[in-house]
């Protein structure tokens, strides 16, 4: 993987010279991690004029989180003292390297931390690197794909134990964070987001956090788990109906909603804009009359964020490449009576490669625990 790092490295640095700046400071964890191979905690990358440095606080844990080393070609240079800012500390080498110009990422510096670097290197002139990063970690190769895949199998482990337990009786908070402990047992670093269970008329709430309201019969069941797995986090989502053959309601909801994210993975290839992603799965819940009320995307990009671009929205700009992995995501929440989303993880791949890799494969079939 060391050559994997040095070649993100290289990629980066070329952006960063086109765009007039010789060095660049990665301060976000996530991106941090994807350059280095690890982000200690507070730890900042400087691609240097002389070469690139891992500025940390202090040592590296040696039982680093989720089992990520920094890249072994790469120096780790740690701070003497404690409570020193590795970000201030590495503008001030690069300054004592003769470097003039250093790339930011704005987005993620406090204004506090702007004007310490300004403090410590008033005539480094600072650049805003903007997005670079989050662009470059949009298509994944395949070990990252990989790490994915195995993360998706764990959630679908997880999920598919859970439905074969009794559910009546139990409340939402102990539902989830069961499935949070057997992530874990299946070898997950831990869940890519805190897991959601919704029943009944909770279903009916987008973005519901679990409560002790209990499982009953006849109840829509939706859930959403992630799985971590090397640092990658990937997402599932499915609704079920608790005990009881499905209501006439809960059948047309799940069948409209089950279209709709159809259309959705349908549309997923290579050069597919975005919007027309969202509008596949949307003009199918829209034609319904819901248009009212959806959620804002129909999905994102996951990897070592579980929300990152591209965004699937209908104002979204870009178009999809190979090798992308996606959430489609649709649902249709209908307060005090219930709700259904259905949620799955894909990888965009062409045609001539069989299509969209679906990672989740947990059923999508109404069914009746």
Known sequence: ???VYGTRRARLRDRCSSSGSASALISRPANVRYLAGAAPQGAVLLLGKQEDLLVCAGPPDDRPAEGARPDEHLRVHTLPHAGGDPAV???????????????VEEHHLTVARHRALR???PRLRLADLGGAVEQLRVVKDEEEISCLRVGAEIADQALGELLESILV???ERHLALELERRLVDHGADGPAFPTS???GPNSGRPGHRPTDRRV???DFLSVCLGATYRGYRCEIGRTFVIGTSPADWQIELYDLVFAAQRAGRESLAPGAA??????AARQVLDSAGYARGLPALTGHGVGLEIDEDPQLTPAAMGKLDACVPVTVEPGVHLPGRGGVRIDDTLVVRPEADGGPELLTITTKELLAL
Do not use: F, H, N, P
């Open 197 to 199: 269970v919704a029943t």
């Open 169 to 171: 009786g139990r409340t």
């Open 274 to 279: 975005y919007r027309d992603v969202d509008r």
């Open 216 to 218: 009953e019969e006849g």
């Open 1 to 3: 993987m060391s050559e």
């Open 89 to 103: 500390a590495a503008a001030g080498i690069l300054t004592a390297e003769g470097g003039d110009s250093l790339a």
């Open 119 to 121: 403090s410590v290197a």
